[in-house]
């Protein structure tokens, strides 16, 4: 089997397994689980976070063996999804590529594409963030991050970067969880910024392309009336 069959055939179950685990989480730490519930949540945590394993060797087996080393350090983003089950949730944003065909053309395609991934992104980083601050934060003493809302709150003040400061992470694993939400944060800023700035350079090349066919049909207006005018100047001349 070759790699791009595997990826082709396991899409689609890596996708309900971020959702299953995405639900999972949530529900664990939202109701604050205990007894029977918690270990049926534990048990699908644990089920999606083997599939995310068996995806990631898999495709380390499969790839070519001259290019092995290469697949490794530029999918390090996968190898977090095993390695931090917080992101696992993130494939779900594969889903927005299939938005693509309904845009007009190429350029807008891509664009499009990104301010949706963009947007997803930002929604899912603020949930996700969240739910690992409350899991983080609760029981802690002197925490302020007590309710999923406070965790909502903070999550949304903390991505913009805004820090009001009336809800802080007070464990070393919520304030880990606020540097990766940040620096998240910046990042998705920087993808909006460039979406913007892309479109702009396209409107500009199209009022550019517009004005150069105006000028060369003027020219060649021109020139046309330059050559009526010397064929009835040559008539005159005969």
Known sequence: MT????????EWPLIIASILFLIAYAWEVIADLQGPASMVAEFVLWVTWGAFVLDYVANLVLVPHHTRWRWFYTHLFDLAIVVLPMLRPLRILRLVTLLAVLQRTAGRAIRGRISVYAAGAASLLVFVAALAELDAERGVPDSTITTFGDAIWWAFVTMTTVGYGDVT???????????GLMIGGIALLGVVTATIASW????????????????????RTLEAKIDRLQETLDRLAA
Do not use: F, M, N, Y
Not at 3 to 10: F, N
Not at 200 to 219: F, L, T
């Open 3 to 10: 790699q791009q069959r595997w990826r082709e055939l396991t």
């Open 200 to 219: 702009i350079v396209e409107r500009v090349e199209v009022h550019d392309e517009e004005r150069d066919a105006a000028q060369v049909r003027h020219i």
């Open 169 to 179: 992470p007070v464990s070393a694993a919520g304030r880990a969880i606020a540097v």
